[in-house]
Nanobody, 126 residues
Framework: QVQLVESGGGLVQTGGSLRLSCAAS????????MGWFRQAPGKEREFVAA????????SYADSVKGRFTISRDNAKNTVNLEMNSLKPEDTAVYSC???????????????????WGRGTQVTVSS
């Protein structure tokens, strides 16, 4: 089982950038597709982005497409989320998640993810 620890959150002004990282423990990281999700106060958790275990395929929520980029480094057991042009509505706790995948380019649907980190707070001021 993969254990996940997020970092990189903070306070940033509208239009600014942040880079989130998720460090995974265990030797099974490269067998897992990875995803980023966020949850704002009083709202449901929502999908942000996902990446296949090879890193060759990605998926994004429409609300972040063109502004956020997900990437992974299987040698370092990390998955990153580069966030640009941040908006106040991006304010949330961001968590990474993993999902075992058989096929290298498979990107799971958001509902398939089941192992979560505790999250890191991102606050975008207006």
């Amino acid at each position: 089982q993969v254990q996940l620890v997020e970092s990189g959150g903070g306070l940033v002004q509208t239009g600014g950038s942040l880079r989130l990282s998720c460090a995974a423990s265990g030797r099974t990281f490269s067998t897992n597709a990875m995803g980023w999700f966020r949850q704002a106060p009083g709202k449901e958790r929502e999908f942000v982005a996902a990446i296949s275990k090879s890193g060759g395929s990605t998926s994004y929520a429409d609300s972040v497409k063109g502004r956020f980029t997900i990437s992974r480094d299987n040698a370092k057991n990390t998955v990153n989320l580069e966030m640009n042009s941040l908006k106040p509505e991006d304010t949330a706790v961001y968590s990474c998640a993993s999902r075992f995948a058989l096929r290298s380019e498979y990107v799971p649907a958001p509902s398939e993810f089941g192992s979560w980190g505790r999250g890191t707070q991102v606050t975008v001021s207006s």
